[in-house]
């Protein structure tokens, strides 16, 4: 069990946060890999590594990823008119020069709960309004 050195050892909820390592492997990152956990918007040294951990679980549909419904942040919604949604960035984050339109960061926003990556800066329920 291994403390960031870059994050508070305890998050949100009080839990205790930590890098669990066996034979070498750290453990939170295999999770990821594998596509049985998912990162949360906060700050930690091994960010990065994580972020394209997880995304690559995505792109090959693995663990929870493979249960996603059509409303998932990345690739073709047959329901919103075919919106191309681009991957999701190495660091885990969209903003709103990700997208060539308005109309993909919407649909971002509205398949999200909440608005972790915070394309409605106004809190008016419409994304990047600078790319209309």
């Known amino acids: 069990m291994v403390f ?5 050892r305890r998050g949100y909820f ?42 690559e679980a995505q792109n090959s549909d693995v663990g929870l990823w493979e249960f996603q419904d059509s409303n998932t942040e990345s ?11 681009p991957p999701l960035p190495p660091d885990g984050d969209y903003n709103c ?12 926003l509205e398949n999200q709960s909440g608005d972790p990556h915070g394309l409605d800066r106004d809190g008016d329920g419409i994304a990047c309004e600078s790319l209309s």
């Not at 960031?4 to 508070?8: E, I, L, Q, Y």
């Not at 453990?27 to 998912?38: C, H, I, K, P, V």
């Not at 690739?75 to 949604?85: F, H, L």
């Open 14 to 55: 009080g839990r205790l946060l930590v890098y669990l390592y066996g034979d070498g492997e750290n453990f939170n990152e295999q999770l990821l890999a594998d596509g049985y956990a998912r990162m949360y918007d906060s700050q930690f040294s091994l960010r990065e590594e994580f972020a394209v951990a997880e995304q």
């Open 97 to 108: 020069g990700d997208f060539e339109t308005q109309e993909q960061a919407q649909h971002v």
């Open 75 to 85: 690739g073709t919604d047959s329901d919103s008119g075919n919106v191309e949604i």
């Open 4 to 8: 960031d050195p870059d994050s508070d």
